[in-house]
């Protein structure tokens, strides 16, 4: 089982990005999604998550609400993260993260299943 992300990049306050997960060797369609970021020196933190269905329930956190956009196709087995109007406190490794229940990504991380190998952001100011 692999999840690769990419998309991270060096990129200035206002700026878009999207991140991608691409998944192989598990059933993506039997799981839930989820990104999670960890900035240098703090601990890490949830961002986002989405059902199994594409075009799913969706959740955020606060930080991010309105200007980050969690999606999946699961015809390419792959979660996307579209994030806009990014701040410099936005910088941190960014982890997809697989579950099969939602309750792993939300409230017990120990739970998950399968996590990506992470991807850097940078938002210079």
């Known amino acids: 089982v692999q999840l690769q992300a990419s998309g991270g990049g060096l990129v200035q306050a206002g700026d878009s990005l999207t991140l991608s997960c691409t998944a192989s060797?598990?059933?993506?369609?039997?799981?839930?999604m989820g990104w999670f970021r960890q900035a240098p020196g703090k601990e890490r933190e949830f961002v986002a998550s989405?059902?199994?269905?594409?075009?799913?329930?969706?959740l955020y956190a606060d930080s991010v609400k309105g200007r980050f956009v969690i999606s999946r196709d699961n015809t390419k087995k792959t979660v996307y993260l579209q994030m806009n109007s990014l701040k410099p406190e936005d910088t941190a490794v960014y982890y997809c993260?697989?579950?099969?229940?939602?309750?792993?990504?939300?409230?017990?991380?120990?739970?998950?299943?399968?996590w990506g190998q992470g991807t850097l952001v940078t938002v210079s100011s």
């Open positions: 993260a697989a579950a099969e229940r939602l309750h792993s990504i939300l409230e017990e991380t120990s739970t998950i299943n399968y």
């Open positions: 060797g598990l059933p993506f369609i039997n799981y839930a």
């Open positions: 989405i059902i199994r269905r594409s075009g799913g329930s969706t």
